[in-house]
């Protein structure tokens, strides 16, 4: 079995970071929302956009599994539902904070997430 390269490993371990601060940011302010009562819908993770991220976390993880020539259900389901968690965590947290967040923005991070642990899964 080859190790991952550090090129793979270091953008996996950034983009990881940036999720799991999403994460939890979205967390933190739905919470905060929901006692205060001022945002009508709490973060959900299978919110509206949820479609079209985990399109993009497919996308990524098809074309990191094609380039790689393996595939696994177990490291599929991991490389696309754990990006597209962080995705939508993404939105929900850009969009409570900037009004304009492009919605195809969470589907590209979350394709990108899904494209690195597809090819860190050997």
């Known amino acids: 079995m080859d190790s991952p390269t550090p090129f793979v490993v270091a953008p996996a371990l950034l983009w990881t970071a940036v999720a799991a601060a999403s994460l939890i940011t979205s ?12 945002a009508p819908h709490p973060w959900n993770p299978i919110g509206t956009d949820f479609p079209v991220v ?6 990524g993880y098809a074309v990191a599994a094609f380039i790689d020539g393996q595939f696994s259900p177990g490291s599929a389901a991991f490389s696309i539902l754990w990006p597209t968690m ?10 409570r904070r900037a009004r304009s967040w492009p919605h195809w923005a969470s589907a ?11 090819s860190l899964q050997a």
């Open 54 to 59: 985990a399109i993009g976390a497919i996308a």
């Open 108 to 118: 590209v991070f979350a394709a990108v997430g899904a494209a690195l642990y597809g």
């Open 86 to 95: 962080a995705g939508t965590a993404l939105t929900y947290a850009a969009a």
């Open 27 to 38: 967390i933190a302010l739905s919470v905060r929302a929901k006692r205060r009562e001022m």
